[in-house]
């Protein structure tokens, strides 16, 4: 089992521009990595709230971190009725990391990974009542084809809709080795080596649409942003570009409107060591905006 590392932590530690007594918001604390730094920086009398929606990210990061970070279960987007509910106004800096975590990644029961022959479950909060399997099983071929190419931006959605439609038809839609194999009976081979799985980006996609990761992301970027104080700062990494996309559209508007200044002009990127050492944070993108 691979062991998760957090994504170019020295950058994020940089660009939170952290000092002692500050509030942060890690919003989406995961295995605490990011979290354990923060805390040394704003050491002693700084404080630390950690979001996730993962029970047992929770469970792990408590353990790691012990009394000195206020740990919640909820979503980043609902970042601001935390806030409210622990009587703080505005905050130092918050950093959101949209990545799934490896620990996530390798709970073969959760059915996250081809790499494991598990219940086509994929849920990343626990008190989701709806698992893939379910989800597949009511969505239309037309719906399934839209998720595909919205959220997995696969070209050949189509034909992998209808034969995910057909298999669960025939009651061989239960598993993630039955979602493979539906992409690899729909998806014309190609000779070679090939950079990614077949079946990566309708895993993807699928895992998105049920755990409704990119809804109002715009909208809640904003919100979250107005619960900064002015000089703090926004600090976000994407693996993606549907996350990216609006992350940057949404940073750059604030920008020109006057209620921010963008910290780098193009995105950081891991460092080629990084890269090398961690195949995880070879897409990650780096972007912050400090608060007007």
Request: some cysteine.
């Amino acid at each position: 089992m691979a062991k998760h590392r957090s994504v170019m932590p020295v950058e994020c530690m940089d660009a939170l521009g952290l000092q002692p007594g500050f509030v942060v918001v890690d919003a989406t604390v995961g295995g605490g990595g990011h979290a354990e730094l923060i805390l040394e920086r704003i050491a002693p009398t700084g404080r630390l709230i950690g979001l996730d929606w993962d029970d047992r990210a929770l469970e792990r990061v408590a353990q790691r971190l012990g009394d000195r970070a206020t740990l919640v279960r909820s979503d980043y987007r609902r970042l601001p009725e935390v806030l409210d509910g622990l009587g703080i106004d505005r905050v130092d800096a918050v950093l959101i990391d949209m990545g799934v975590s490896m620990d996530q990644l390798d709970d073969a029961a959760r059915g996250l990974s081809f790499r494991y022959d598990a219940p086509l479950d994929m849920r990343l909060r626990s008190d989701s009542e709806e698992t893939a399997a379910e989800m597949l099983a009511r969505m239309s071929a037309a719906e399934i084809e839209a998720i595909l190419s919205l959220y997995g931006e696969e070209r050949h959605s189509g034909r992998i809709a209808r034969r995910i439609v057909e298999r669960v038809k025939q009651g061989q839609m239960n598993t993630t080795m039955d979602l493979v194999s539906a992409v690899e009976e729909a998806k014309p081979r190609r000779k070679g080596y090939q950079r990614i799985h077949p079946a990566t980006q309708t895993m993807m996609a699928v895992r998105i649409a049920l755990n409704r990761e990119l809804e109002e992301l715009p909208e809640t970027i904003e919100r979250i942003f107005e619960r900064i104080k002015p000089g703090g700062r926004l600090v976000t990494l994407s693996f993606h570009s549907l996350e990216d996309r609006p992350l940057k559209q949404t940073m750059r508007r604030l920008a020109d409107a006057g209620r921010g200044r963008l910290l780098y002009k193009k995105p950081l990127r891991p460092t080629p060591a990084e890269a090398a050492e961690n195949p995880a944070s070879r897409s990650a993108k780096l972007r912050a905006i400090e608060k007007a």
